[in-house]
């Protein structure tokens, strides 16, 4: 194991604090780039420091890549996405030429949607820095059904925008093992994975496993694109992200991406996670 240190950026979030947690307890020494010291100190632990830093601020990049050799990032959806992964890339690029590992999205080879052509030109500038790395090219996450796990504990029903489009829907933990086997074994620089979950799942297959789980009946209820972007606006979710993740859940709900592939068993070594056994993992977030 190198005594060099793993960057993470965008380690509050849902890919980052698990791989931070996965790394750390493997023995790597873990550095989560953090915008806010105080409301980042729940991903402490042994292997883990916290050092504040902002995308949006290049000059307070440079210190966070001191003495390392390997740095993930994942950020959220902005309208200057482009701008925040470039502005990793040259930090790493001016410091320590670290190997990074990015995380993109599923479709980011052929973009149907501005999220898409975000990452599209963001995994192209990486390719282009000249830096070793792997993209991480996931489908929609399993841990996306806990925005409506209140509804689903209050009504027993959920309301999504997808008609009976299929999704291979996947497990953020099993993203965090492929990530942290990029970073430790040999073999993933230069490479770009689609990574998909085991199954093919429409959201009233979603249902029926979430009200055998529960003893219950849940029902999903399919909603309009509109009726989903209103609701995003309405719950005071800023306008260009509603209407960013409006069009790509219209992408979506065409069912162009329900393949699976075995991407994650191969790098992993293990089967991915079934969203039965996420969903029995999260019960009491939906009982
Ligand atoms: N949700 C899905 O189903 C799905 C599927 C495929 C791909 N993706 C992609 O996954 C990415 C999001 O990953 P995620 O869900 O793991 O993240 P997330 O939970 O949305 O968290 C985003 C992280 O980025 C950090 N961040 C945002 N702006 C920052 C800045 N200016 N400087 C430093 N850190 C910043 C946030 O830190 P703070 O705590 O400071 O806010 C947080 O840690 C997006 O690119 C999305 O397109 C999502």
Redesign the pocket.
């Known amino acids: 194991m190198s005594d060099n240190i793993i960057l993470i950026?965008?380690?509050?979030?849902?890919?980052?604090?698990a791989l931070t947690g996965l790394l750390a307890e493997a023995g790597y020494q873990v550095r989560a780039?953090?915008?806010?010291l105080q409301?980042?100190q729940s991903l402490m632990q042994p292997n883990v420091q916290l050092c504040e830093?902002?995308?949006?601020n290049p000059s307070s990049l440079k210190a966070a890549f001191e003495n390392v050799d390997r740095a993930f990032i994942?950020?959220?959806?902005?309208p200057n996405?482009v701008e925040?992964f470039q502005n990793f890339f040259d930090a790493a690029k001016l410091t320590t030429g670290a190997h990074i590992v990015k995380?993109?999205?599923?479709g980011a080879d052929h973009p149907k949607s501005l999220?898409q052509q975000q990452?599209a030109e963001s995994d192209k500038a990486l390719i282009a820095s000249g830096l070793p790395y792997t993209i991480l090219?996931?489908?929609?996450?399993y841990?996306?059904m806990l925005w409506s796990a209140e509804s689903i504990r209050a009504t027993g029903q959920f309301y999504l925008p997808f008609g009976d489009a299929k999704q291979s829907l996947v497990d953020?933990r099993d993203l965090a093992e492929v990530a942290a086997k990029a970073f430790t074994e040999a073999g993933h620089q230069g490479q770009i994975y689609d990574l998909t979950g085991p199954e093919s799942l429409s959201y009233s297959d979603v249902a029926k496993q979430l009200s055998r789980l529960l003893d219950k009946q849940v029902t999903y209820v399919p909603i309009a694109n509109e009726t989903a972007l209103q609701g995003m606006l309405d719950s005071g979710m800023p306008e260009w992200t509603a209407k960013a993740l409006a069009e790509l859940y219209s992408v979506f709900a065409t069912g162009e991406y329900a393949e699976t592939n075995k991407s994650i068993q191969i790098i992993t070594g293990k089967p991915a996670t079934p969203f039965a056994s996420w969903a029995s993992d999260h019960r009491s977030a939906f009982a």
């Open positions: 950026a965008g380690a509050t979030g849902n890919n980052g604090r780039l953090v915008r806010n409301s980042a830093g902002d995308l949006n994942a950020t959220t959806i902005m996405t925040l995380f993109s999205a599923l999220v990452h090219r996931p489908n929609s996450f841990q996306n953020v």
